[in-house]
């Protein structure tokens, strides 16, 4: 899924429709604490990497 995402990204979690469009999504968190969401397309990958506060993410 990501290249060398253990030394970049320190938890990487499914956290269900985050997006409210039906399809799972997941949301990344790296070394220095920065969040990142990908949303999901329902067919298997996900979308391109959105950063932003967990307030931010859950509103969007």
Known sequence: MFSAWG??????VGVGD???DGRSDLVERDTAGNLYRNAGD?????????SGTAAAMAAS
């Open 18 to 20: 985050n997006t409210g």
């Open 7 to 12: 030394t970049s990204y320190n938890a990487v």
């Open 42 to 50: 329902g067919k298997g990958p996900f979308g391109t990497s959105r």
